[in-house]
């Protein structure tokens, strides 16, 4: 920002005025505005547009169909309704504007939408935007955006121009809204705002953001404004680690004899990368900064023996550690683990969940040396004597706040969170900033790939003759499902439903039921038969997608794969190939779409969870993929985690220089970070896509 220290601090305060304080926002138009949640000038100007339209030129009339959307001009010829099978269809027939010899005509049509037949006459001149279908010779868009074409004397705003078209909600037309956000862009001329790092302006960015000039400087504003969302992200990130470092901790490490006996006796020798974590998390662990690391891995390569390696360096130094799940049937998977692995180090390990406690020896032998638990650990601080590691399991399930609690004590324990979704490195940067971070790149020698196979919800007869051959051969099986129980707003099948459906079809085979509406204790019943061999197929929901381990469970079947993210279903297709025998996965679905069969036939392809999970970034985006609504970080609306990795190394160093000059972000120019990280610390507010 240009000027003097007080004129920066206007600037900032400028753009923080409630929009009743805008003396050009009247307050017709500033009650529209606030029902898109927008209550000051600079939620004005980041209401960004969701897309354009280059209404400089306007596509013929089309006389095939198309999967890309085009954008039309014309008039109305007649406007009309009709009823089909029980749904009122209004039909608006629209006749090229510029009416020449090859010009045609499309038929724009709204399914239950009554209210149109008012808004559309005969005459009217119309935008539309959509995807032109091809039926009985005619040329059909089904429910396509459009926008009355009026003479308000603002042409230069709404046409001849690549006009920004934004995200609406009921009673804001587009045309209105076009004309405030033009009158908020003209308005920051007299603020002058600063340049971002040789860049233009950021005026000039947000002008050309809302009004582009080109496509070229479309783009350029978009990266300036990119620049600045990540500098956002990284000051928080950076400040959060700086913090971390700040802690007084202690070293939690002793000889390590007590790992080398656990590591010693495993039935295999642990894998490089396995060793190579190890040896970080040791050397964290030996200084007296709190250790703060990732550990992230695909599915079956050995997090849980490094972390139990890394909890025995805490009990031998004279620590606790604990351990916390994001589920009570993983946290008790964890317990059976730790003490069938740990019973000839004579190590003390207790079970703390919502509903059951136990501990692997006599209470009079002493405190619990090593707590496994799920959140019911953040709510139980008196079972904590001497706390040395903190290790949380499948971060993402829990948040930045969760974990913060655990470590509100003095000394800060270490931390160790695990994650068996890989995640790309633009990932790691934000949503795991503050965090070191070891990958485990490598599975155990025995490990099998698991043949996996696209097929359509048809071929369930065939699925069922093949799950009974291989329970016949000694194997068991999952059945999953999105969904507990029928809706009548999705058409999805549910796993209640379908359970009694699978019994009659598979019998005599014994096929048990497993979801989340289930208590705690019935589902130890459930998972226990099934570990057991009492369950031939276990028909379940993505309850059993992290973690559990059944090694006899060689055949998993997804139903209604296409609503799943590709990394979720890596994740439960890791649940097999677990034994020594080979494993298959079968996605079904009923969906033809290409873009749905598209997804899906990654995992054919495919083993690798690092490939996948960049898939995955690229088909969902950051805050589905990971599910960041507890990240702790300001919102990215334009910067990309996929095409804009440079501006986010970039960011980065810009962050570290800020913080670097001015720690407390006291300076007028920084207050806005400094505003951003008291957001994010309260709230908690999640990554956009």
Not at 221 to 236: S, T, Y
Not at 289 to 309: E, H, N, Y
Not at 622 to 648: F, H, N, V, Y
Request: hydrophobic residues 40%; glycine residues 6%; charged residues 25%.
């Amino acid at each position: 920002m240009r000027g003097t220290v007080n004129g920066e601090q206007r600037t900032v305060n400028a753009l923080d005025q409630r929009l009743e304080q805008l003396a050009w926002v009247p307050e017709p138009k500033r009650k529209l505005i606030q029902r898109l949640g927008i209550e000051t000038w600079r939620e004005l100007l980041e209401h960004y547009p969701r897309r354009y339209e280059d209404r400089t030129r306007f596509a013929a009339f089309p006389t095939e169909s198309s999967e890309e959307p085009i954008c039309l001009r014309g008039i109305i010829g007649k406007v009309s309704a009709r009823f089909f099978g029980g749904r009122k269809i209004v039909e608006a027939t629209l006749e090229d504007v510029f009416n020449t010899v090859l010009s045609g005509r499309v038929v724009c049509r709204w399914f239950n939408q009554h209210y149109l037949q008012r808004m559309l006459a005969a005459g009217q001149e119309l935008i539309v935007f959509g995807r032109p279908k091809r039926y009985k010779n005619r040329i059909y868009l089904d429910h396509p955006e459009f926008e009355i074409v009026e003479e308000e004397g603002e042409e230069n705003i709404h046409m001849g121009r690549i006009a920004p078209i934004y995200p609406l909600t009921e009673g804001v037309r587009q045309r209105t809204l076009r004309s405030i956000m033009f009158r908020a862009v003209q308005e920051l001329a007299a603020l002058g705002l600063e340049t971002v790092s040789g860049r233009p302006s950021e005026e000039e960015a947000l002008r050309q953001i809302h009004f582009p000039d080109s496509w070229p400087a479309q783009e350029e504003a978009r990266k300036v404004l990119a620049l600045a969302e990540f500098v956002a992200m990284q000051v928080v990130v950076e400040r959060r680690k700086r913090a971390a470092i700040a802690m007084a901790g202690e070293r939690h490490v002793a000889s390590g004899e007590l790992t080398k006996r656990f590591l010693a006796a495993l039935p295999y020798r642990p894998t490089a990368a396995q060793e190579r974590a190890i040896g970080e998390i040791r050397r964290d662990m030996g200084r007296e900064i709190p250790m703060s690391r990732l550990l992230q891995g695909d599915v079956g390569a050995g997090k849980t023996v490094v972390a139990a390696a890394a909890m025995l360096y805490a009990v031998e130094a004279g620590y606790q550690a604990a351990l916390m799940a994001p589920t009570q049937v993983l946290a008790e998977q964890h317990f059976d683990n730790f003490r069938r692995w740990l019973s000839a180090l004579d190590v003390r390990i207790a079970l703390r969940t919502g509903n059951r406690q136990e501990v692997s020896h006599l209470e009079l032998l002493g405190d619990s040396q090593i707590l496994i638990g799920t959140h019911a650990l953040l709510y139980d601080a008196e079972q904590f004597r001497r706390l040395g590691l903190v290790v949380i399991d499948e971060q993402h399930k829990f948040g930045v706040l969760q974990r913060a609690k655990l470590m509100e004590r003095s000394p800060v324990p270490d931390l160790l969170v695990m994650t068996a979704t890989p995640i790309p490195r633009t990932l790691a940067m934000t949503v795991y900033g503050d965090l070191e971070i070891s990958v485990l790149d490598e599975k155990p020698a025995n490990r099998r790939p698991v043949i996996t196979r696209v097929r359509p919800s048809a071929k369930v007869p065939e699925a069922a003759s093949f799950i009974r051959e291989r329970v016949e051969a000694g194997r068991q099986a999952y059945i999953i499902y999105p969904v507990i129980e029928e809706s009548d707003t999705l058409s999805l099948k549910a796993a209640t439903t379908e359970h009694s459906k699978w019994e009659k079809l598979l019998a005599p085979m014994r096929c048990g039921l497993l979801h989340g509406r289930l208590t705690p204790d019935e589902k130890d019943r459930v998972m226990e038969a099934f570990r057991k061999g009492c369950i031939d197929v276990l028909v379940s929901t993505t309850v059993i997608e992290v973690g559990v381990d059944v090694p006899n469970a060689t055949v998993m079947l997804i139903e209604n794969s296409e609503r799943f993210g590709l990394a979720q279903l890596h994740q439960l297709r890791g649940r097999i190939g677990r034994g020594q025998h080979q494993s298959y996965c079968v996605l079904l679905t009923d969906r033809e779409d290409p873009e749905a069969l598209d997804k899906l036939t990654i995992l054919e392809r495919s083993q690798n969870g690092f490939e996948i999970a960049e898939a995955d970034l690229r088909i969902r985006g950051p805050g589905d993929m990971l599910g960041t609504a507890q990240s702790g970080l300001p919102p990215l609306r334009l910067a990309s985690l996929i095409k804009d990795e440079a501006l986010l190394f970039e960011a980065k160093n810009i962050a570290r220089t800020i913080l670097d000059a001015d720690p407390e972000l006291q300076q007028p120019k920084h207050q806005r970070f400094a505003r951003i990280a008291t957001q994010t610390s309260e709230n908690g507010p999640s990554l956009a896509n």
